[in-house]
């Protein structure tokens, strides 16, 4: 998994047939080039909508079997027509990643898995369809993976997100427990912040094992690539609780002995 940037992305790996691994490199790099658009550099809200319009324009284009200047575009219409891949999920990224340039923060719980609708899960749906397993069930569980991995990665950049201005944890959540801005801000890890985390962690705890059923529905490779991709965000929850909840002194990162139990547990594999 990458440490940023679509964590549940098996972007390379050895463990996916190299058949695979050219479509997958391109749509990491459309998801990749797309966020940055929307979250890095300096430029302006109205500027980063109008170069993820520009996105857009570029997927309708494909979907009218039109041509394109645009080299990553020229790719990804020829892995789209290969793979018989729906555009709805590539929508759906440009969506969310729009939705990134003026929402900071989440009111609702329901809210923030609408967004990790857009912005995980389409990454899964994908996924699927390349290795010809988007059953409704499959589908189902690849949701509940790639949007506790999206929760997994919020929770343990707290503190960097807050850099940006930015909270994911949901307001509703926060208001329940006593947080306010301020306590983030200082980096207070309290009694009632430890409670908070550990809510949040259970609640995701159990959204990634009503997926984690998944890898053993589809064989070979992509199966055992699933399952360290499980694991690793299982272990990274484990790893924010062992740390006290304290995800602003260190980044709760995996470290070779979480490999080493990863690897273990893919292979024994107990879901």
Request: net charge neutral; charged share 25%.
């Amino acid at each position: 998994m990458a440490v940023d940037h679509y964590e549940n992305f098996p972007v390379a790996s050895v463990l996916l047939p190299a058949r695979l691994r050219y479509p997958v490199e391109v749509i990491y790099a459309f998801a990749r080039s797309a966020d940055d658009i929307a979250d890095e550099g300096d430029a302006t809200p109205e500027e980063r909508q109008a170069g993820l319009d520009d996105y857009l324009k570029e997927l309708d284009a494909i979907e009218q079997n039109l041509p394109s200047k645009n080299a990553l575009f020229i790719r990804l219409k020829d892995v789209i027509k290969q793979y018989s891949l729906p555009l709805q999920p590539f929508r759906d990224l440009i969506s969310a990643f729009k939705q990134d340039t003026h929402t900071l923060q989440y009111h609702t719980y329901h809210s923030l898995l609408d967004y990790c609708q857009r912005s995980a899960n389409p990454v899964g749906l994908l996924m699927l369809h390349l290795y010809g397993a988007a059953t409704e069930e499959n589908i189902r569980m690849s949701d509940a993976i790639c949007t506790a991995l999206q929760l997994i990665n919020f929770w343990q950049d707290v503190a960097v997100d807050w850099q940006k201005k930015r909270i994911y944890i949901p307001q509703e959540d926060l208001a329940r427990f006593g947080i306010t801005e301020e306590i983030i801000a200082s980096a207070t890890v309290s009694d009632a912040w430890c409670s908070l985390m550990q809510f949040e962690i259970r609640r995701t705890r159990k959204l990634m094992l009503s997926g984690a059923a998944l890898p053993k529905r589809i064989p070979g490779r992509i199966g055992l690539e699933l399952r360290f991709i499980v694991n690793g965000g299982l272990r990274i929850l484990d790893r924010i609780e062992s740390a006290g909840f304290d995800i602003f002194s260190k980044r709760p990162t995996l470290k070779r002995r979480d490999w080493l139990s990863i690897f273990w547990r893919s292979l024994i594999y107990p879901y």
